[in-house]
């Protein structure tokens, strides 16, 4: 039996949406008003699945407490309430929401305190989400 737990956290933070290879009516093309230059925020919705064994001894399949401090430590310090722009991931690539579901699986894959991370998804608004899923079959 595959057992999955999964968490929700919300983070805050504002970007613009604008490549440096596009043309400035590209750059308006690609991503509309999301490429204004003063920027935009988002609350985003972030889910984090784990899956792994019910552990025996806990009932559990990862202790939520530690995964919050992951999660805070990793992610949450890092993007909350931040300019997704400034931030050293997203130098050379922009900061959608497809590339900042990426870069948030890249931190979490390997500090998962038990388990393996299977997906991180992340709700922009109410009718978009991303997400991004472990390749590996274990
Ligand atoms: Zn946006």
Request: charged letters at 20%; proline letters at 4%; one cysteine or more.
């Amino acid at each position: 039996m595959r057992a999955y737990f999964g968490r929700r956290y919300m983070l805050s933070a504002s970007h613009r949406l604008h490549s440096d290879v596009l043309s400035p009516e590209e750059n308006r093309r690609a991503y509309g008003k999301c490429n204004n230059p003063f920027g935009h925020g988002h609350n985003y919705l972030l889910e984090v699945l784990v899956r792994g064994e019910v552990l025996p001894e806990t009932g559990m399949v990862v202790d939520m407490v530690s995964l919050d401090k992951v999660i805070r430590s990793l992610v949450l310090n890092r993007f909350d309430h931040a300019n997704l722009n400034t931030d050293a991931l997203f130098v050379n690539q922009v900061p959608t929401t497809e590339n900042l579901c990426r870069a948030v699986f890249n931190l979490l894959v390997n500090a998962v305190p038990s388990g393996r991370l299977e997906t991180v998804r992340i709700e922009e608004t109410e009718n978009n989400f991303f997400e991004c899923a472990n390749p590996t079959e274990a």
